[in-house]
């Protein structure tokens, strides 16, 4: 029986020790791994130091060639939206003064054609109308009674027709020269033709603006 129980106790001692072995090897497997982690992350981290280091000429010629690219760019941008404002602003100052050149050049040309309106001289003014439609960039020309019909143009088309199916019906009331501009660009100006006492006719004049362009050739 005390054979026994001492057989017990050293299988019992034997086994205690065997599992305390297999613990120590579980822990001491486990620390091994966490080296060979460690390894590997120090290994990359020396890795790709070597790589920057080793590069560093490359990376800084990329970086030079990213900031000129960028420059480029930012300056092609500026330079487009500066020329955009100052064909704007160009274009507003040479319609004023087309506008101006218009207003001044009519007067006289409405004069004329007021003193052979009264007579009805109607071959006159049509010799002052293609006279003056030569001028640059001048388009079309045309002369209507009080009712619409045209009466003289330099588009002989013309000549007969209500001027409301060419033109705007507005250029009947107008009671003064007036000027504007159309879809398509051109520049309208209507002036009353007045008489002694009343409206004698309307002359209205069609004027294309010449093109322009910023850029250097």
Aim: glycine content about 6%; cysteine-free.
């Amino acid at each position: 029986m005390a054979k026994d129980t001492v057989a017990s106790e050293k299988k019992l001692d034997s086994g205690a020790s065997s599992g305390k072995q297999t613990k120590q090897s579980e822990e001491q497997m486990k620390q091994s791994g966490e080296q060979t982690k460690q390894s590997g992350e120090q290994t990359k981290q020396r890795v790709g130091k070597s790589f920057i280091v080793a590069q560093w000429r490359l990376i800084i010629i990329l970086l030079l060639i990213i900031a000129v690219a960028g420059m480029y760019v930012w300056k092609n941008v500026a330079v487009n939206r500066t020329t955009v404002q100052l064909t704007k602003k160009a274009g507003r100052i040479i319609t004023d003064q087309n506008r101006m050149f218009l207003r001044l050049a009519v007067v006289p040309l409405v004069w004329a054609v007021r003193s052979e309106m009264i007579r009805e001289n109607y071959d006159q003014i049509n010799q002052y109308l293609n006279q003056f439609v030569k001028e640059q960039n001048m388009k079309e020309i045309v002369v209507a009674k009080p009712d619409g019909a045209i009466v003289v143009a330099t588009n002989k088309k013309f000549e007969g027709k209500p001027v409301t199916d060419i033109f705007p019906a507005s250029v009947l009331q107008e009671d003064k020269l007036t000027v504007s501009s159309l879809e398509n660009g051109d520049i309208m100006v209507a002036s009353p033709v007045m008489g002694l006492s009343t409206k004698v006719g309307v002359l209205i004049l069609l004027y294309t603006p010449a093109s322009y362009n910023l850029q250097a050739p």
